[in-house]
């Protein structure tokens, strides 16, 4: 039997979408129905009860580990079994460790002893709560170090070229980095690898404190005693468990020794709050510090000359702990085994009421309106699962042991996997697998925001030309033909299921009108959620409906609405942005080179001042992008091919079912067996967390870090993995369009 | 009577300056008999008389009208007789206003009463002296105003298109601006267009105290009670005595009534220091000050929102007092009519060590080296003539009226016009005629550095290499033939040659490595200076032969050594420029009028906050460049044939005088007899100080802020204007090619 689809997939959006077109891997009927399913569900979600719901998952601190962990765990469980869906808790067993001891102290020339304590407010009900983890970065070395204290600004890679350059290294001594600027995992890795023994961050006012706005309880932002906590796990090489990487960590898994885990740090890290660092900082002596590198404490910052000595001592509890990762599902009534997963972490560093109970609450909201749904009969053609992931803040420790112990169901079942986290008044950020920027056009098109009732779509994009730099990137972004999904890094819990598995993967969340300072301090509480983020939680609602059209479409999609024509686009300006990488650094190397060798940086060095100047490094040799190129060339073929074919063709009903399986799978083409260099764990060939800026991603990573590495034969090298990859792409898809 | 001349005027400079070789308008005879001049001229340049120089004139406070600026006068006056020139003071007699009264007090919500007074300190030997000026800003209005104050970040014209999308104003209000960006002037005056009812200027820690470095007298930068005081005069209408514009201000001058003088405020002004703006600051309320508004004071700083209200009350002495300028000759052998004008100013705000005194005291040694050359016979063919002027501060007084009063004869007569000013440690600032782009480029390769040993030229190019922010800007100064010439907007005492009268300006300074807070402060002290800018006075002595050369090269030069190439060049860069700046406005407004006509400058705001968007502004109609580029054509072949003419050519004697009449008052052709719109005192086509940068240059500003400011047909009319002067310029080099 045949039937002919007048499908959608080719229908691109249009900067407004109306009700009468037809959706995206819709027919007219089907289009029509799903619409009218998604006004049910939208009617189904209640801001009230979200913001019943994050004061409820908000009311006690609940790290991993914690009493309030498994509590938290068990109410989400009982939410989402009262809203019919078929739930459970699913229990790995992780380390985790937490502050046994924990001392900062100034020993000369002067004395002062860090205080590392945030002081409840009367304004704020939870702030003074017992069972609040002491502020501390999880994966710290044990350690008890004396040294100098040397200020390395933000602690990154450029940072201590610059104090080489002024004749200081960190060789045995103690680093105090300002967070910002890049993932703080990073500051003690490169401090590490600069040979410092120890490793202080702290917020400056300049960047997250009174500078930036009123501090708290007055306004959002950081007061003088707030601290951010959070991990410092190398997560770059891999997340989830130390102790189990790539297996998940179920009772019995084999562990590693905790000294041969290469993602614990090899030395003591601790962060801390502007009150305490001020006194070491005015202690320092030796030169002062560059242009750029002060903050806005009142004080002349200098890079420290051997006069300021510190001590700082960390002992921890390294506890194997259980993460709770509650499970909830819907079974599909036609594709059972194909699964749209929706997933957001229920775990805080304390209370956390925004990171991540705010996103928590909008996909518990979204599992209410289901719930209601499937009161009316409803039941969606594939599987729903949502996820409320544990022990996401120490390293995602919950998604990346259940995505490893499903490693293979997941690459066979999932079509999607859809991220939420922290939520809040704003603008939609969205990132992902840029396959689906037609489909999220049209989903955006059709969400409202809930301040100025047009769409998120047309929000954002008015925020974007606004803030464009120039009137060139203006003209970009009104040429844009729909929405652009950003590249993903890290920093949730989608890094197992895009860039070890190969899953197509969507990350939403509101924000941009909800800045503050409470990120990872106690003051991350309801109290501060209400006055300062999403006051009537009509962001929440705004994340429900986001995240829920697109479950709902993934679900009910007659051919699912991936166009790699977007993908394709996306990667070739990669491709591009990589040649120009290499092009720019072989220039600017050859120029260098000759300022080096003429003495100019010796000659424009102030003579009074300690001054070592750059030594020459090697040329960049010719690097042939051309089987790049010609992979690319290859995936545009068979990338149009495939729209075209698909969007005209006469389809048997089980072609339809080998065509989604195809289209859901294809992107597990871009893993590379054998990973990124030095960090196998890492397989997408497009997509990882930067080496060294952590959360911040690297599109295709193989190529990009290994020129700015300048190491030039892993470019070669890359290149022929990274085009492999892009031709096997390119092949896989023909296959779809014969 | 015929004879052959093979000059260097075509030698333009190669990187290294040897000896053997033939300077540009000299005869290889005449070059080596030079360099043997200049190699005596040296050696009587001793920095340690400079040391002494400089401890000697700023012993006291000695601004204009004091008793310290006639002793000041009356020693320099003394000096030039004792080094055996023919001087005299030359007296004008000009308004100058010092403060009666001066109040600033916060009234609500608390109050504070500012003290407005510097601290003198152990370290600083004339810190404590009597006879101070109190901290102020001349040509402030008298005033006694209350009003609510409102922060408005570095109050310049953009600073208030933010304030204005957030619904504030500042009509009736009371502003305060921090220092910097631009020259201070702008900011009571913008403030004033605003509706402001009085202004106060101080000085953020961030730009200049304790972020910047160590404090004085620990270290160089401003402590928390130093002042900046400074003239407000609107100087871009004209500068000098606000009461006899365009003449001399001799004692009979035909003056203005006060109160119709356009370039004194209207308002009050009061700078002051960031211990006595921090209680302002602190008390303001209303919106969170914008993103990079913030300085590092710790407080959070908001913009005013009417509870802040200050009470600012200042009463000066309007007296009319003498400007003592010290005029000292030394006749031409040959042509005693053309004149090598020499000059830096003497009078300070308080002892000045570094302004002026530093440039003053390196300018007085050059008098003391050629001295000693009329000692040992030599001669210069030209006549020179040394400045020392008065009441530079106030607003370029003792030079404008000097200038004014002798106007015809300086435009016959003067050849060059070389100024200087505060002079310190580091690299060599050279701003001027582009005509004399060649002839600098040969100085500059001949100076030392005293630091490194090579020439000032390379160590400069080799700090321009090393700070340029591209490989693309590095190539370009590695590809650039010579030494560039800065335009010259205003700031010191060369304006009036320059921009009034036409005469080819130089200004030469070296610096960048004495940063510090002591500008026009009691700090600016032989203390500072010895410890912070020019410890072993070597950059006096490099000032001494920069200019001293220069002086002695232009006045012995056989044809004098200007290359109109050089101009045509850089004009023609600035019209690109200017057609840029067109193109790019005209396409900016387009997309910006899209953008407000979409509405999308509301919907990126936040919607909780005050918001007014722009409105949509008039479209950029079509601009004919092609009569400036036409005349820029015709200025082209004139320069390239004149060049090539007088290299090659035979001359007769005669010839050779009037050749050197024709170049140097070349630059005059550039003059609009009109001036500049709105400010006709201005009439240098090519150069001006900006109206809304101040000291700041603004190069073709005819055309330039006609586009800046919208008013199209001021743009098409004054293309006609500018165009006019370059083609009345070619016509005119054309003379001398024949």
Known sequence: MKKTLTLGLLALSSASFAQQKTLIGFTPASSAKQLETEKTFDAGLSPQRIGETIKALSAFPHNIGSPGSKAVADKILAMYKSYGLDAHIETYTVLYPTPKTRVLELTAPTTYTAILKEQAVPEDATSGQPNQLPTYNAWSADGDVSGPLVFVNYGLPDDYIKLAAMGIDVKGKIVIAKYGRSW????????????????????????????????????????????????????????????????????????????????????????????????????????????????????????????????????????MVPAYDVIAK????????????????????????????????????????????????????????????????????GSTEYAEAHDKELQQKTVVYINSDSNGRGFLGAGGSQALESFIDEITNGITDPQTKVSVFDRKKAMELVNAKSTGDKKEILERKGEKLEALGSGSDFSSFLQHLGIPTLDFGFGGEDGGGEYHSIYDSFDDYKRFKDPDFAYGVALAQTAGHSVLRMADAEVLPFDFRSLQATIAKYATELTKLADDTREATKIDNQLIKAND???????????????????????????????????????????????????????????NKLLYQAEQQLLAAEGLPRRGWYRHTIYAPGFYTGYGVKTIPGIREAIEQRNWDEVKQQIVVVAGRINALAGYLAMGAK
Chains 1, 2 share one sequence.
């Open 601 to 659: 940086y010796t000659l424009a060095a102030d003579p009074t001042r300690l001054y070592k100047a750059p030594v020459a490094k090697d040329t960049v040799p010719p690097i042939d992008f051309k089987p790049l190129t010609g992979a690319l060339d290859s995936l545009k073929k068979s990338a149009d091919k495939l729209a075209t074919y698909w969007s005209a063709a006469t389809l048997k009903d089980g072609d339809h079912d080998k065509l």
């Open 330 to 397: 819907i079974k599909g009534s036609t594709y059972p085994d194909e699964w749209v997963m929706r997933g957001n972490h229920h775990d805080a560093w304390v209370n956390g009421a925004n990171d991540p109970i705010s996103g928590q609450a909008a996909m518990i909201e979204e599992t209410k309106a289901l719930g209601d749904l499937l009161k009316t009969g409803w039941k969606p053609k594939r599987s729903i699962i949502y996820c409320s992931w544990d022990g996401e803040e120490p390293g995602l420790l």
């Open 184 to 319: 703080r995992g990073i500051k003690p890795k490169v401090a590490y690898e600069h040979g410092a023994i120890g490793c202080i961050i702290y917020s400056d006012p300049a960047d997250d404190g009174y500078s930036a706005g009123d501090v708290y309880p007055k306004g959002a932002y950081k007061n003088e005693f707030g601290v951010q906590r959070g991990s410092v796990m190398d997560m770059v090489i891999y997340p989830g468990d130390p102790l189990t990487p790539g297996v998940g960590a179920t009772k019995d898994a084999k562990r590693l020794d905790r000294k041969d885990a290469t993602t614990i740090l090899k030395i003591p890290v601790l962060p801390i709050s502007y009150h305490d660092a001020q006194p070491l900082l005015a202690a320092l002596d030796g030169p002062v510090a560059p242009g750029g590198w002060a903050g806005s404490l009142p004080i002349t910052y200098h890079i420290g000359g051997g006069k300021a000595v510190v001590h700082l001592k960390m002992e921890f509890n390294w506890d």
